[in-house]
């Protein structure tokens, strides 16, 4: 997955918005104010791109053991959030499986009126 692919889907996302929280390299897609993906983009001008997701802690776990890729969150709850490796290994179509996990998540996470502000929203 290129970087535009990712930064494209995310955005795609129904409320998703991108953010710079925390420096200018460290690009954070949020839904209803919370994050669902953030990845470092001095990592991609590397060619050392990964993505932090946030994940169901019993499927992180499964995720881990069966993918090299997939590991405990950077700088994140190693419990709730990995850091997927984007170096060409993992099908795309599995890596927007995982973002659309993350969002689900989160997007689940936030109150019904939120929900259905966002749902409303276009």
């Known amino acids: 997955m290129n970087l535009e692919t990712f930064y494209e889907y995310c955005l795609s996302k129904k409320g998703a918005s991108e953010h710079f929280p925390f420096d200018e ?4 897609f949020k839904v209803g104010g919370k994050m669902f993906a953030l990845s470092s983009l001095s990592q991609w001008e590397k060619s050392e791109q990964s993505v932090n997701l946030k994940c169901d802690p019993d499927r992180a776990q499964e995720l881990r053991a069966e993918y090299d ?3 405990p969150g950077f700088h ?6 990995n850091t997927i490796a984007l170096n ?4 795309v179509k599995f890596v927007k499986e995982l973002i659309d996990h993350s969002y ?3 997007f ?8 259905n502000e ?3 929203s276009r």
């Open 118 to 120: 966002i749902i409303d």
């Open 25 to 28: 390299d460290t690009l954070v």
């Open 104 to 106: 689900d998540l989160v």
């Open 76 to 81: 994140m709850s190693k419990v709730h959030w």
């Open 69 to 71: 890729e997939i590991q």
């Open 108 to 115: 689940k996470s936030l109150t019904k009126k939120i929900q």
């Open 88 to 91: 060409g290994n993992l099908p």
